[in-house]
């Protein structure tokens, strides 16, 4: 059941249309678009809170300035769904994150008002900067460029590189900064506290509005009454707040902060600041979840859902039948588990306690488990700092996010050969939230790198005996991936065991073909292998557990034995799992007949981690006909 749009949202396709409302039909279509992405969510799930919070600064945007050709890059895009129903999308937003459906992402090949592809953190200030320079150089002196970024990405690195450039250029250019304190998780760290006490600071305020307002009425000042504002704005700044403003010192006049769902305030203020040459940061505070009371009051739990009823809050359940754990809950039961028993071991996450579960380990041992903040680069050279003092960090994080370190693998961790633990978690295909969640490439960019140990469980048992493991040995960085969701076990927490390093397992003996797979698809390899036998086909299938080493003693026994190899993996193709055994087969001059199945050469877009094993023709069907094909051959 598709949601239905009000009276005004109906009359509403594109941003030019919001410029023929009245006053109080921009109120009313704040109001009427709010509930459009409740009932749509509630219906479809999505991300939820972000968006709820935007409502009034996006119809302010939007109504303000001229979309598409001034330039709008919204941060991260968890908070685009206003954005995405007001340019054009409003019938097709039901399909938001579903197969083949509009990208729960703003995309630029899915409309020319999705000026910039987003879907990692801190992003929009860069590029924005970069859109602005462009103008510049065309001439387009006219043209606006806004960065809408959340206090959350504010603490990426990218950020502030973008900031620290954009106060020395002279682009026309608005940082918005949405400041609802939180990021998915509650945001952490100094700049936190920071943007907290300006914004708290009633007497700053106060003083500051009441300072303008006079300075507006005497003429006598002429010219220079703007240069003595600022400096007396300046000054009360270091008097009030203890110290100067962090955006001015980068250059960047500060306005604010104003109440972001104020729709009056912020389009008078919007319309003030297109007048203003130079690049300009306005500090908007929102309230994440706004307009849905649940949502207001648990903001970690209500960033993204699935399916639930609007008027409980309730999920909707597909079934009430037991399901195995999800992958990141035996993590963050296990680590607490083990740092029982070692208490060197150490927990590290940028800003995803709950979605990697290492939040059990915060709760339980707050001295011992860290979230840094959206800093990847960071979690990963702070584990390494822990580590050269012989603790042991577990660092987990997202595999796409991971992509954000690497230099930081290499040449803080690699090179000096410590013993940091990483956890990738949401290896593999990330289902709807899509490309640029995917975590298709870190078996390939993790197992060229020198000393690192690159595994992969098949279930949850195998999980916590590699978690085991890795914190036995104090040599080498050790990589653990495992996909989103469950595994497939319901009794999982067994006694642990060791796994030695490089070793495989064979869990079926066969006849003429092997199939070898590494992590999680592996179960659906023994799926495929009870179809195939009863088209009398019986091949052997092989957990090889370890990309890097590989099992040298297994391989050889493998493909002394078997004419026919697949190799199965949820990664890219290129580099990865199936690159690494024909590697093996070369360098030991083996000539097997051998098909490589995992994910392809192209970008894969959003859908279930299903639709997406059957599009890249690697779930259950497509491992069956990969090993009927290559046994005609």
């Known amino acids: 059941m598709h949601s239905k749009a009000g009276k005004i949202l109906s009359k509403v396709n594109l941003p030019s249309d919001l410029k023929k409302l009245s006053n109080d039909e921009l109120h009313l279509l704040c109001s009427e678009l709010r509930e459009f992405i409740i009932d749509t969510v509630s219906n479809y799930g999505g991300h939820f809170g972000a968006s709820l919070g935007v409502v009034e600064l996006t119809v302010a945007i939007h109504h303000v300035f001229n979309a598409p050709y001034d330039q709008i890059v919204w941060d991260v895009g968890h908070q685009a769904y206003g954005h995405k129903i007001l340019t054009g999308r409003k019938d097709k937003f039901h399909t938001n994150r579903v197969y083949k459906g509009l990208s729960g992402f703003p995309k630029r090949s899915e409309s020319e008002y999705d000026t910039f592809g987003v879907g990692h953190a801190s992003t929009s200030i860069s590029a924005a900067l970069g859109m602005a320079t462009a ?372 869990l079926i003996e066969g006849e003429d073909l092997a199939i070898l797979s590494i992590g999680h698809i592996g179960n659906y390899v023994t799926k495929a292998i009870e179809v195939l036998k009863n088209d009398k086909i019986f091949p052997g299938h092989f957990d090889m557990r370890f990309v890097k080493p590989l099992d040298n003693n297994l391989l050889h026994k493998i493909l002394k034995k078997y004419k026919n190899i697949v190799t199965v993996e949820d990664g890219c193709i290129l580099g990865g799992f199936g690159s690494a055994i024909l590697e093996f087969m070369a360098n030991n001059n083996y000539k097997n007949n051998i098909v490589r199945l995992g994910i392809p050469d192209k970008i894969i877009e959003h859908g279930s981690q299903d639709e997406l094993y059957t599009e890249c023709d690697f779930d259950t069907e497509g491992i069956i006909k990969a090993s009927k094909k290559i046994l005609k051959k």
């Open 135 to 506: 103008a510049n150089y065309r001439k387009e002196k006219e043209k606006n460029h806004i960065a809408i970024i959340g206090d959350g990405a504010l603490t990426g690195g990218l950020a502030f590189e973008g900031m620290n450039n954009s106060g020395v250029s002279k682009s026309n250019m608005i940082i918005i900064l949405n400041d609802n304190c939180m990021s998915i998780d509650p945001n952490v760290g100094a700049l936190k506290n920071y943007l907290t006490k300006i914004s708290t600071s009633e007497t700053f305020n106060k003083i500051r509005n009441d300072i303008w307002s006079v300075l507006g009425m005497m003429s006598k000042f002429g010219p220079k009454a703007q240069k003595i504002g600022r400096t007396l704005e300046k000054s009360l700044k270091s008097f009030v707040l203890n110290h100067s403003n962090l955006f001015e010192s980068l250059n960047l006049r500060y306005f604010g902060p104003i109440d972001g769902h104020d729709l009056d305030k912020l389009i008078d203020t919007l319309n003030d600041l297109k007048k203003i040459d130079g690049p300009k940061i306005l500090h908007c505070l929102t309230l994440k979840g706004k307009g849905f009371d649940l949502a207001e009051k648990n903001q970690t739990k209500w960033h993204a859902t699935g399916k639930f009823d609007k008027s409980s809050g309730e999920s909707v359940k597909k079934s009430n039948i037991k399901k195995p754990i999800k992958y990141q809950d035996v993590f963050g039961n296990t680590i607490v588990e083990l740092a029982k028993k070692n208490k060197k071991i150490m927990g590290i996450t940028p800003a995803m306690p709950s979605g990697s579960s290492l939040n059990i380990m915060m709760k339980s041992m707050p001295e011992r488990a860290f979230d840094v903040g959206i800093a990847e680069q960071h979690a990963v050279t702070f584990s390494a700092g822990l580590a050269t003092q012989g603790l042991i960090p577990f660092c987990n994080i997202y595999s796409t996010f991971m992509q954000r370190a690497y230099d930081q693998v290499i040449h803080d961790v690699c090179i000096q050969k410590l013993p940091v633990i990483f956890c990738l978690d949401r290896a593999g295909f990330a289902g709807s939230d899509g490309p640029t969640h995917h975590g298709a490439y870190d078996i390939a960019y993790m197992r060229c790198l020198p000393n690192m140990i690159v595994s992969a469980p098949m279930n949850e048992t195998e999980l916590r005996n590699l978690m085991y493991t890795a914190q036995l040995q104090n040599t080498n960085p050790f990589t653990i991936r495992y996909p989103r969701g469950p595994g497939v076990l319901l009794d999982w927490q067994t006694p642990f065991e060791k796994i030695e390093t490089g070793t495989g397992r064979k």
